[in-house]
Nanobody, 119 residues
Framework: QVQLVESGGGLVQAGGSLRLSCAAS????????MGWYRQATGKQRELVAD???????NYADSVKGRFAISRDNAKNTVYLQMNSLKPEDTAVYYC?????????????WGQGTQVTVSS
């Protein structure tokens, strides 16, 4: 089993920055894609960004140019640098880890970390 632990969330003013991290442990064999999803209260969970073990990245249109995903394969850790934050970025952010052979939104999940952006 894969365990994921997120950290780095908090309260920030609009225009500010936060850096999230997610450390993976356990049976990570074949789990070569890691990513971040978010879910605002009462809304559907959505993909923010993901990254393969070969460092290929994918971003939601809403965060392109503002967020950057990265990973440290040796540490099995993925990061999300969030800049120019907007109130609409407020959500619980969840780390995800999966194999490329299953669909996005599947795999293992962290407990989530709250990001709140004030106006």
């Amino acid at each position: 089993q894969v365990q994921l632990v997120e950290s780095g969330g908090g309260l920030v003013q609009a225009g500010g920055s936060l850096r999230l991290s997610c450390a993976a442990s356990g049976s990570i064999f074949r789990h070569n894609v890691m990513g971040w999803y978010r879910q605002a209260t009462g809304k559907q969970r959505e993909l923010v960004a993901d990254i393969t073990s070969g460092y290929s990245t994918n971003y939601a249109d809403s965060v392109k140019g503002r967020f950057a995903i990265s990973r440290d394969n040796a540490k099995n850790t993925v990061y999300l640098q969030m800049n120019s934050l907007k109130p609409e970025d407020t959500a619980v952010y969840y780390c995800n880890s999966r194999s490329v052979f299953i669909s996005r939104g599947s795999g293992s999940w962290g407990q989530g970390t709250q990001v709140t952006v004030s106006s």
